[in-house]
Structure formats: structure tokens, C-alpha cells
């Protein structure tokens, strides 16, 4: 299968964040029942949280066996534990504290308060660390089912912003960020090999401050430039929009059905 960005554009950001909780539900179960378990990677953000929510209220979240979920998170606020802005916090807020998920399957990114203290670089490689121990032989993260991300309106996914060393990396799969430009500065994330490690990424983006940016990552921009453009899966990678989002998209680019 090609890796050619899909879209998917949706009425408002609620239908969306419905529609790819239905979706995200579906695949878990698919992989769960293939396989056993599945492998989620979770992004920050109100879109992230958003999809969390929707899938909170959804009937058909007790087809997932929670219980043999792995949950990972693309990017992470650091700040200390139980933080409100912390992106952990706030999945736990809108979905995880309301599922029975094995807690050792949950494995939140380190927090500035924790066994690293402020070393961001350390706490990053920890992580590192951790994703190795799950990868597959030879791997050196997993080949996560569906990673997820937010798309800032500057084109930044997870904490790698345009231009900044995080999203030049090409060896380490997470990393320290120091002076990000959305609060707070200092983050851990993800980097675009251990993105792109996935077999489906999905991208979120709602709203019309983020029109301009979907239209800049899906024309071609290079990724350290727009970071999104760089996030792809190896089997499939989806642009989840809502209309607003999706303004300004190229009229080639945009799905026959809502053309
Ligand atoms: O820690 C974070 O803030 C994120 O993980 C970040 O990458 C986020 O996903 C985007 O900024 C989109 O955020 P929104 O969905 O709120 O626009």
C-alpha cells in the first residue's frame, strides 16, 4: 500500500473527533483480534483530547479488550507528575482513568519531577529505552498500530517544531526539546524515525487556524520546514480534517466526495 498522505475531511471538529474515535475503535479491535494486542500511540492537544473524549462516550468502546492495549504518547509537556498541562494528565482526564487498562501497559513519558529530574535528555533516552524493550526483533521502537498527532497551525507534530534540532534527528527516536515555541519550552517527543515506524499515522486537524498549515504539509513542503509533512506510516497515513481545516487545501487534493 502507498504512503501517499489520505484525507478525510469531516463537517465540524465533533463529528470528526467521533468519526476517529469509531475508526481508532475498530482498528484496535481488528489488531486484538489478529494479533492479540494493539499498540497506540497518543498525541496532546485538543484534537488528541478531543478523540479521547468522543471515544470515552461511544457504546462500542467495550469491544476493546483494554486490558491488552499498549499506550505510548508522541510528545510530552515536561513538567511534573500530575501537572494539569501535562498530556498524560489530560488523556487520563478524558478516557484512560475511565477504562480498565493494565497500568504496566501504559507507559507515560517521564515527568520533571520524577527519577531524571529537570535532565529532559536523560528523561528522553529512558524512554528511549523503554520502546526498545517492547520493539520487535531488530526494531528499536515498536511498529505502533496508529500513532497520532495533533497539527499545530505552524505545521509542528508532537514537540517537533519547524526548523528546531528535534526534527533534523535522524538516529535517536526520542529526544529533549529546550525552547519550543507553544508553551511549555521544554518537552520530550518523538522523532520523525520513530514516527514513521508506525504502520498508520493519522494526523488531526480542525479549525481554520490550522488550514494553512494542512495545505502547506500536503503541497509538498519539505519536513524540517513543516514537520507534519515528514509523519508518515508505513502502510497508511491519514489526514483526519474538519472543513475549516481543510479551506485551503489544494482542489487536487481535496476528496471527490466533499469536492
Ligand atoms: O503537547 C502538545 O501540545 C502536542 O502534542 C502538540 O503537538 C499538539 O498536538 C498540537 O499543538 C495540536 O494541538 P491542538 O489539537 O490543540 O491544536
Given at each position: ?18 468519526a476517529?474515535a469509531a475508526r ?6 481488528d ?6 494486542t494493539?499498540?497506540i ?37 515536561f513538567?511534573?507528575?500530575?501537572d ?10 478524558a478516557?484512560?482513568d475511565?477504562v ?36 520487535e526483533?531488530?526494531?528499536?521502537v515498536?511498529a505502533?498500530?496508529?500513532l ?38 521544554t518537552?520530550v517527543?518523538l522523532?520523525?524515525?520513530?514516527i514513521?515506524?508506525?504502520?498508520e ?14 495545505a ?21 497515513t ?5 472543513q475549516?481545516?481543510?479551506?485551503q487545501?489544494?482542489?487536487?487534493l ?6
Amino acid at each position: 500500500m502507498s504512503n501517499a498522505p489520505q484525507l478525510v475531511v469531516h463537517r465540524d471538529k465533533d463529528l470528526m473527533a467521533q468519526a476517529a474515535a469509531a475508526r481508532l475503535i475498530t482498528k484496535i479491535v481488528d489488531a486484538q483480534s489478529s494479533r492479540g494486542t494493539a499498540s497506540i500511540v497518543l498525541t496532546g492537544g485538543r484534537n488528541g483530547n478531543g478523540l479521547l473524549a468522543a471515544l470515552a462516550a461511544a457504546p462500542a468502546r467495550d469491544a476493546v479488550d483494554w486490558s491488552r492495549l499498549d499506550l505510548w504518547w508522541g510528545d510530552e509537556r515536561f513538567l511534573p507528575e500530575g501537572d494539569p498541562d501535562r498530556n498524560v494528565t489530560q488523556a487520563r482526564e478524558a478516557l484512560l482513568d475511565s477504562v480498565p487498562l493494565d497500568p504496566k501497559r501504559v507507559h507515560a513519558m517521564p515527568a520533571s519531577d520524577g527519577e531524571y529530574g529537570s535532565d529532559v535528555e536523560a528523561a528522553a533516552e529512558a524512554y528511549a529505552e523503554e520502546l526498545a524493550r517492547s520493539a520487535e526483533l531488530h526494531g528499536v521502537v515498536p511498529a505502533f498500530d496508529i500513532l497520532m498527532l495533533g497539527v499545530g497551525p505552524d505545521t509542528h507534530v508532537a514537540s517537533l517544531f519547524p526548523e528546531l534540532p528535534a526534527v533534523r534527528e535522524e538516529v535517536r527516536t526520542v529526544v529533549g526539546v529546550r525552547g519550543a515555541p507553544k508553551p511549555p519550552p521544554t518537552r520530550v517527543t518523538l522523532t520523525l524515525p520513530a514516527i514513521r515506524a508506525a504502520k498508520e499515522v493519522w494526523l488531526l486537524a480542525a479549525g481554520e487556524d490550522k488550514a494553512q498549515a494542512a495545505a502547506i504539509a500536503l503541497s509538498g513542503a519539505g519536513e524540517i520546514q513543516a514537520p507534519a509533512a515528514g509523519a508518515r506510516g508505513t502502510a497508511r497515513t491519514l489526514w483526519l480534517l474538519d472543513q475549516p481545516a481543510a479551506s485551503q487545501l489544494p482542489r487536487a487534493l481535496y476528496p471527490p466526495a466533499t469536492a
